[in-house]
C-alpha cells in the first residue's frame, strides 16, 4: 500500500499527538511572519499606511514595540494548532482508509483532496475558528484599544459581552479556509508522496520538507480569500463575514481578497516544510514506543 500524509499503519493515537506536536512547532517558529500577514489584512489605521514587506512590517513593530509584541496572539495560534493538527492527521488518516481504493488501498488525487476538505470542517469546528478569533483580536487590540491583557482575558471579555457566538465570529470564512486549506495542503502532501514512493524516491528529511513547502504554496494561492475575509470578520470588534467581504471590496476592490499573499506565503513554504518535516520525525520516534506499550498491555 502506498503510504500519504500520514500511513495507513499509524495507530490514531500516534497520528494525533505527532500532528500536535508537529503543529506546536510550526506555529511558532512562523509566528512572527503570520503577525505580519495580519496586520496588514486588518483595515489600516487613518494615515498610518501599513508596508507591504513582511519584514519591514516584523522590524517595524520590533523597533517600536519590542519583541514581546511580534508574539503577541502567539499563545492562542500554538494552542489552536496544536489541537487542529492534532485533529487534521488525525481525521485525515481515517477519513483517507474510507476512501482508500478497496483493491489497490490508495487515493485518487480527487478522493485525496476531498479527504483534506473533511477534516479541515472538522478542525475548523472543534478547534481552528475559536482560537484564531482570539488570535486576531489580540494583534487587532494590540494596535487601538488594548483591552485585552492576555489571551485568556480576552476569551473572559468577549464571552461575556457576546456569548460563545463571539468565539465564533467568522466561523463561515474559518470553515470554508480551513475546508479548503486542508484538502489543498493534506492533498498535495499525500499526492506527491504517492507519486515519490510508486517511483522509489527515498522519504527523507529533505525530500519531507520540500513536499510540505510546495503543499504550502499551493495551499496559499488557492485559499487567500478565505484567509482575508477570516481576518477582517475576527478583528477586535468583529463583524459578519458578509460584512466583510463589503469592508474588502470597499477598501482594495477585487484584489484586496488576495491581500498579504506575499507574507502568507513567506510563512506557509517554511512553515509547510517544517509541518510535515516535524510530523513524520516525531511518529518515527512515538510509533514504536506505542507498540511496546500496546505489547506489554495486551500480554499482561
Known sequence: MVSGANDSNTPAAVSLVAGGVAG??????????????????????????????????????????????????????????????????????????????PATGTLSPGRNLLAGMTAGVVASITAVTPTERIKTALIDDARNERRFRSGIHAVRVIWAEHGILGL???????????????????????????????????????????????AGVVTTLATQPFDVIKTR??????????????????????????????MRLGRTVFSGGILFTSYEAVVKIINPLYSRVKHTVGAE
Open 233 to 262: 470578520s475576527q478583528s477586535a470588534k468583529g463583524t459578519s463575514t458578509a460584512e466583510a467581504v463589503k469592508s474588502v471590496l470597499i477598501d482594495y476592490g477585487v484584489r484586496g481578497f488576495w491581500k498579504g499573499t506575499t
Open 168 to 214: 465564533y465570529r467568522g466561523f463561515a470564512g474559518t470553515t470554508l479556509k480551513q475546508a479548503s486549506a486542508t484538502a489543498f495542503r493534506m492533498g498535495t502532501y499525500n499526492i506527491l508522496k504517492d507519486y515519490e514512493t510508486t517511483r522509489n524516491i527515498p522519504q527523507n528529511t529533505v525530500t519531507n520538507f520540500a513536499n510540505g513547502s510546495v
Open 24 to 101: 506546536g512547532i510550526e506555529a511558532f517558529t512562523s509566528y512572527p511572519m503570520e503577525f505580519a500577514k495580519t496586520r496588514v489584512q486588518l483595515r489600516s489605521q487613518k494615515g498610518i499606511p501599513t508596508p507591504r514587506n513582511p519584514f519591514l512590517v516584523v522590524t517595524g513593530v520590533y523597533q517600536k514595540e519590542g519583541l514581546r509584541a511580534l508574539y503577541k496572539g502567539c499563545g492562542a495560534l500554538v494552542v489552536g494548532s496544536i489541537a487542529k493538527d492534532g485533529v487534521r492527521f488525525l481525521f485525515f488518516d481515517q477519513i483517507k482508509l474510507a476512501f482508500a481504493d
